[in-house]
């Protein structure tokens, strides 16, 4: 089981607009809150947003060796068109929109939704087949 993945990241204040929305939208409960970065829970795991002081550069890059996105189970369809609506007001844009909502394929549901920092979320519906 996965213990926790640290964020770092350019604008805490904008990180926590962001995340703290979607997490809190997936079931993520606040955990931790310091100065320099907050996190949020669910079960043992916990993703954590931190404006460390030791960044070394102001812009993350997908593209770039290293994390690409993190992907998340949605419940439904629904959920999953709720969330893409709900997204723009939290700063997250969706990728992919020609293609939207099988852009993985077309037995895969999926948004793929990034933030103002570069982050991807690829937001998985779960489907009944």
């Not at 089981?1 to 997490?23: F, K, N, S, T």
Request: charged share 20%; net charge negative; with cysteine.
């Amino acid at each position: 089981m996965l213990h926790h993945i640290e964020l770092w990241v350019p604008e805490l204040d904008r990180a926590v607009q962001a995340w703290g929305w979607l997490l809190e939208r997936l079931g993520h409960t606040p955990y931790q809150n310091w100065p320099d970065g907050r996190s949020r829970r669910q079960g043992e795991t916990y993703l954590v947003v931190e404006q460390s002081p030791a960044l070394t550069g102001d812009r993350y890059d997908r593209l770039r060796p290293g994390l690409n996105h993190l992907a998340f189970h949605v419940a439904s369809r629904a959920e999953l068109d709720a969330l893409v609506a709900e997204a723009p007001a939290y700063g997250w844009s969706l990728l992919f929109a020609d293609r939207h909502p099988y852009a993985g394929g077309p037995e895969h549901c999926a948004a793929y939704l990034e933030n103002a920092d570069g982050f991807e979320v690829e937001l998985v519906a779960r489907v009944s087949g």
